[in-house]
């Protein structure tokens, strides 16, 4: 363990803006090993006072709908406005495909060659609830680094869109033209956390698929719960070929900062948020805590064997488990 | 605490057949008090033995695509061949809508009027994890009291379909005719569990939707991995009104179920099944276990709240409940 006053050190060098500083804590809070995650846990005490000062960006949507490509653009129109951006990516699946961090910095052309703007992957090894943590943190330690726009990318599967709506100040929701699909999940009332509906590659073969879309999706906007009185989520048609919305999202990001801003909404809505966030992620952070352990870990794959092999019941099992986490951990 | 004497007269009586006994141990099972918990695992301890000896069927799909008549007509086909059949219901959605013991019977008009049939609703309390923890027992239940048929009943939502699938040897999926929302499910391969896909709904209008259905359906199915050497997945156009596939669809059972009791093949995939059941649900386990305590609930509530009136971060309020969990489950 390292002494208190190093960690105060490693804390003030994130807050002079040293990269590698911020490099190494993500690193630090990514790591499963106990002693990491208690090192983690302090440098976070004491970064907390320098957190909050960003406007959190939260960018979702299906695999392929452009998602990177846009976040390169609204970035460097962020870095043009003199914002410090940092992008952090969430992908459940890159543990299974793609997804590393040339991948990422490669899709993200324009924005990783600016002095301004700081780029990290999710660690593929973590799950959904884990990563939702972890990005947490990330988001906290990347806003006493000085960075003021917080873009968080998304893909959405399942529960992650939600949690990262959570996590969030604002969150697009960026959709194919015309897919069947999208519109079955919108109907099905995944829709009332986005703040903004972009219909991507409304250009060449997809154009009227894309005003297909927006008439749709407008005429089931019209049923869903509003989650603000201040605010209509928007629906905008969106072209990183040609241009075409680009400046009505910025409009629209700007417009949505301000009315956030205005007596104290943002801060109303963080509690909320943090609120929520608690209730439904304290079992997932006890599974994190009981699998930093490695003689956990290691206990559950015996058992799952065990159990395999017909030499002990799931039930049995469990119950053994049980014993075992409270009587190490205690 | 029950004495033990007590306890192996109740498991005795759900051995004979008592359905008051069977009842009330299902009704102890639903039971989130700890005392009852314990006493529910001493039950499961004792009518152990006289488990596993049912043929279970898992039957999922969308709401409205028709689950409940169907069960209703299986289930009277099956009681005319001298089985004992236990439906057990899951519906993750019932807590908000529609799911009492009254709907659930009314909806199986027929089965419900005969003797050796056993219906019993999915507690609305539960939430999901809980539910299939549930229903485990249960089933073993119903197991000790002499139904050698179960069927188990899962409205189609996010996990519950999989989880159904390693809690039954054989799953029916069913689908409406023609439904592009399904189709994109299907493509996403949530299909890989499924021993058998039904197209409801055969007749009338929805006749030519159906064969649709099954062309594209038949042309997916020719690109997804075998769950079984023995077994290639059949797709059934039904019709509950015209009995159109019902007796195709009885013998695919038969057929399944045969080929299963081949080689103690049923012995295999159980052992598997319980294997990935314990890995994946271990963690759900614990919530349940930390959830059975009052105390951590009123923690946990106590601290979201303060967390939404931003007395205490959700880091600070994690580290809280953690503390408290393991000092007082010791």
């Known amino acids: 363990m390292k002494p208190k006053k190093e960690i105060k050190e490693w804390a003030n060098r994130i807050k002079d803006g040293d990269r590698q500083a911020l490099s190494q804590a993500i690193t630090l809070i990514e790591s499963s090993n106990v002693e990491d995650r208690q090192l983690a846990q302090s ?3 004491f970064i907390e006072p320098w957190t909050g000062n960003s406007f959190r960006i939260g960018i979702t949507g299906p695999p392929g709908v452009g998602k990177s ?10 870095i043009g406005q003199s914002h410090k951006v940092a992008v952090l990516t969430i992908d459940p699946t890159s543990a299974l495909s793609k997804g590393s961090i040339l991948g990422d910095k490669s899709r993200m052309a324009h924005l990783s060659s600016q002095a301004n703007a700081f780029i990290r992957p999710s660690p593929s090894s ?61 109907k099905r009332g995944v829709m009332e956390w986005a703040d903004m509906y972009i219909i991507t590659k409304t250009d060449g073969e997809t154009f009227n698929g894309s005003n297909k879309t927006y008439i749709e999706l407008n005429s089931i906007l019209n049923f869903v719960p509003r989650k603000y ?31 956030l801003f ?28 009981i699998l930093m352990n490695r003689s956990n870990v290691e206990l559950i794959n015996f058992l799952a064997t065990e159990v395999g092999h017909g030499n002990i019941s799931s039930e049995k099992a469990f119950d053994k488990l049980l014993k075992f986490i409270f009587a190490t951990l205690k």
């Open 43 to 45: 440098l976070i005490d």
């Open 69 to 78: 490509t846009l976040i390169d653009k609204i970035g460097v129109v962020l």
């Open 262 to 289: 205005n007596d104290n909404q943002l801060y109303k809505l963080r509690l909320k948020q943090s609120e929520t966030y608690f209730k439904v992620q304290w079992a997932k952070m006890i599974e994190q805590y």
């Open 126 to 186: 973590l799950n959904l609830g884990g990563l939702a943590l972890y990005t947490r943190e990330a988001m906290l330690l990347c806003e006493a680094a000085g960075f003021d726009r917080i873009l968080i990318e998304s893909v959405g599967v399942g529960q992650s869109e939600f949690l990262i709506s959570l996590l969030c100040d604002m969150t697009l929701l960026l959709l194919q033209p015309h897919s069947g699909d999208e519109m079955q999940g919108i």
């Open 229 to 259: 009185s201040f605010w209509t989520p928007k629906i905008i048609q969106l072209s990183v070929i040609s241009g075409l919305g680009m400046a009505t999202l910025m409009d629209n990001i700007d417009l949505f900062y301000n009315l």
